[in-house]
Nanobody
Framework: VQLVESGGGLVQAGGSLRLSCAAS????????MGWYRQAPGKQRELVAA???????NYADSVKGRFTISRDNAKNTVYLQMNSLKPEDTAVYYC?????????WGQGTLVTVSS
């Protein structure tokens, strides 16, 4: 499975961005998909995840501001990010889980200016 993220960029605090992650290859075996982020000097952390059936999970720091969604027909997962804060600045990575393999995208940079 190959994952390609898009939608990152520079935004002012309080603004919004929408990230997309398109999967290709053996997509039929993908179960959960999610977004992680890694800020400079910090460990990679879960932002949000969604199962194939649509059950979601969010980090406490983004609840109420970010929304994850998924289009199984397009093999694409989205992350709508609203009310962005400078502390949301990070490289955001898409992840797709298969039974015996975890796949990562190359990452897309989100920078939130104060």
């Amino acid at each position: 499975v190959q994952l390609v993220e898009s939608g990152g960029g520079l935004v002012q605090a309080g603004g919004s961005l929408r990230l997309s992650c398109a999967a290709s290859g053996s997509t039929f075996s993908i179960n959960a998909m999610g977004w992680y982020r890694q800020a400079p000097g910090k460990q990679r952390e879960l932002v949000a995840a969604i199962t194939r059936r649509g059950s979601t999970n969010y980090a406490d720091s983004v609840k109420g501001r970010f929304t994850i969604s998924r289009d199984n027909a397009k093999n694409t997962v989205y992350l709508q990010m609203n009310s962005l804060k400078p502390e949301d600045t990070a490289v955001y990575y898409c992840k797709a889980d298969q039974i015996f393999r975890t796949n990562w995208g190359q990452g897309t940079l989100v920078t939130v200016s104060s």
